[in-house]
């Protein structure tokens, strides 16, 4: 309190109060501001004449740089819906072309079939004639060799018969033909 009771009595000689006469804490100087306005002014006008356009062309760039890759990603994008387009085009036309090729193998395929079942009858009607043939000769060799072997039996059968020996070959062919003959008979008969 001491301190309080001398500051009141130089106080009481001093017609000011305390705080006065200095410099506020609160409100700097004018001084103070004039010199910080200006640095201030000048600060921003160094600001305003190389950071800002800076700024501004980068932004700028930037946006050049969006809008371009936005109109590069529409024309890709037209692009390959025109490839899509042309693709999808292209696979109905080989679609369409391998149906053709298959219709066109599939006839052709008949043809074959049809060529193929025609020389197999042809071959078949060859081997056949070719058998009859063969059968016919057999037929006809078979024929002689039993008339021959009919022919010598019934010579024997009719020396047998007779008792006697058919020496000469005239009778002997003749009879052989008379049995034929009958023989033939026989069979065309039945």
Request: charged share 35%.
């Amino acid at each position: 309190m001491t301190n309080v009771t001398a500051f009141l009595v130089a106080a009481e000689g001093h017609e000011t109060l305390p705080g006065e006469g200095e410099p506020s804490i609160l409100l700097p100087a004018a001084y103070d501001v004039v010199w910080s306005l200006v640095v201030f002014i000048i600060v921003g006008l160094l600001f305003a004449k190389y950071v800002i356009p800076k700024f501004q062309e980068v932004l700028a760039e930037r946006e050049d740089r969006i809008k371009g890759g936005i109109e590069r990603a529409e024309v890709a994008q037209k692009e390959a819906k025109a490839a899509l387009e042309k693709n999808n085009a292209e696979l109905a036309e080989a679609r369409h072309e391998a149906a053709e090729i298959r219709e066109a193998a599939r006839a052709r395929g008949k043809e074959i079939e049809a060529e193929s079942r025609a020389r197999a009858e042809d071959e078949a009607r060859r081997i056949i004639e070719s058998g009859e043939k063969q059968l016919q000769a057999s037929r006809e060799q078979v024929v002689a060799e039993l008339r021959n072997e009919m022919g010598q039996n019934s010579i024997s059968l009719a020396e047998r018969l007779l008792g006697t020996e058919l020496s000469d070959s005239t009778r002997r062919s003749n009879t052989i033909d008379e049995f034929l003959s009958e023989l033939d008979h026989v069979s065309t008969r039945k």
